[in-house]
């Protein structure tokens, strides 16, 4: 009950192109959904995050989509840019346990 | 406002042996989260620290240790290094020990020869 699934593993992308990301989680108790984009040799850095007492948030070109019946959410990323191109983790944090658990990465291709 | 800040960068060490890694908390953040990111993974959650106590622990053995001093800033310690623990140790802070946002330092590379 502890797992966070993400998919697709990579994924290549045309410039001006939709990026789309999904993750699903399993435990109810979860009620606070980040992404984190990575570059390599770096920290991640917090993109967007979600709580699911709202369906969607949109911050620029980065928009978050959660369906808390189906127990999943998403990454849409629009007008992708090469300068996309990195690994993108999501994550859920909730319950007793203080820690946030990741997905296993989905690493972007932006294409010029 | 500085961010979270980690050193140091990379360290290489013996099986066997012990180390230390340290981590200052981005300006108004009294929280600390560690955590392990093997290579092509997802980061993997250590334990907390919450004025100065820890506060919540991942599935690591008890030779993963840590600290935080008053000043908010933390150590992780790694006794007997195996070279599983050959991996990139991110800290991370926040404001407080709920659902705040967690922001991450550029990690310490760690390779255990």
């Known amino acids: ?112 | 406002e500085t961010g979270v800040t980690q050193s140091p960068t990379h360290l290489i060490k013996t099986r066997g042996q012990q180390v230390t890694l340290r981590c200052s908390s981005q300006s108004g953040h009294n929280t600390v989260s560690w955590y392990q990111q093997a290579l092509g993974q997802g980061p993997q959650f250590i334990f907390q620290y919450y004025r100065e106590e820890e506060n919540g622990r991942g599935n690591f053995p008890p030779r993963f240790s840590g600290l935080q001093f008053p000043n908010y800033s933390s150590e992780l310690n790694v006794n007997a290094l195996e070279l599983d623990d050959s991996a990139l140790y991110l800290c991370a802070s926040s404001r407080g020990q709920g659902r705040y946002e967690q922001y991450f330092g550029p990690g310490t590379r760690l390779t255990v020869t």
């Not at chain 1, 959660?66 to 300068?83: E, R, T, V, Y």
């Open chain 1, 1 to 112: 009950q502890q797992q966070v699934k993400q998919s697709p593993q990579s994924l290549i992308v045309q410039k001006g192109g939709i990026s789309i990301i999904n993750c699903a989680y399993e435990n109810t108790a979860f009620d606070y959904f980040p992404w984190y984009q990575q570059f390599p040799g770096k920290g991640p850095a917090l993109l967007i995050a979600i709580r699911p007492d709202v369906s969607e948030k949109k911050e620029g070109r980065f928009t978050i989509s959660f369906n808390k019946s189906a127990k999943q959410f998403s990454l849409h990323i629009m007008d992708s840019q090469p300068g996309d191109s990195a690994t993108y983790f999501c994550a859920s944090y909730g319950g007793a346990t203080n820690k946030l658990i990741f997905g296993t990465g989905t690493l972007l291709a932006v294409q010029p």
